[in-house]
């Protein structure tokens, strides 16, 4: 159960992975709604998790030295929810969310999105699945510096593929649940830092994507913009019906999710277990 491989270098893939040429992403068929990429593919039952991860690890190689960073973790995500992830620093959960969102490699394990194995995937569908599934708030922005807020949130609408006719309500309707609409046209190497944060949390939900990875997202913002942030994602998540994991370290936060787990030591603990530890400890 809990033998290791070691560890790969290749992408997002526990189990190998083929190249796959790029693809112009304005040459690629518009997406509707609930298309994974695989047009023929039916979505899982809305009582299905939307992700589901099992004894899956992750490993680091330096030198003479193996570092076991994720030691076999088990986790389910369902539809509407809202995941936090807590724990100490340098414990890698940034590195677990890269993971469920294929932007890093596991080591070992299995890894099941809307009833898919994404480990099987090659990198060019692991690419378009992700693209079409997933949108990501990183600690740093990571925006385009010396473009505009509106090029920022249309990238990834070209990225999947969508029609330019389609792209500016979509992206009015991002900048809307960010309250930075009046910030269009606005260059954003000339926002604040809360204002580039916010922007990066719209185009993380500018492709209404079925789940959001997230990165300490109210990391760089104050208390009330932090509160209003988190609104947004409530509602979004209302009106989508989609699901959102989350990495922080701010109890605030983590109080507002649907269920709060804990990374130790390589291993996910609810806070019911980590109650009942404290209490045999304190016997």
Known sequence: MRGQAKSETRPANAKGSSRGGAR???KEKPVSAGNNGK???PSPSVNEPIIRVEDLTKEFQ?????IKVLRGVNLSVNPGEMLAIMGPSGMGKSTFLFILGLLQPATGGKYMAKGRD???M???DQARFRRRFAGFVFQSCNLFEHTTVYENLEF???YAGVRRKDR???IQEALERVNLTHRLHHPANRLSGGEQQRVSIARALVNRPEIIFADEPTGQLDRNHGNLVM??????????QSSMVLVTHDPDVADRCTRVVHLRDGVLHSQAQLAAEEIDRAG
């Open 24 to 26: 112009e992403a304005e």
């Open 231 to 240: 609104d947004h994602f409530h509602e979004f998540i209302a009106d989508q």
């Open 156 to 158: 990834p609408l070209i």
């Open 118 to 120: 994404v480990f099987a």
């Open 168 to 170: 500016d309500p979509m």
């Open 122 to 124: 090659n990198r060019s």
């Open 39 to 41: 047009g023929n593919t």
């Open 62 to 66: 330096t030198g003479s030295e193996v």
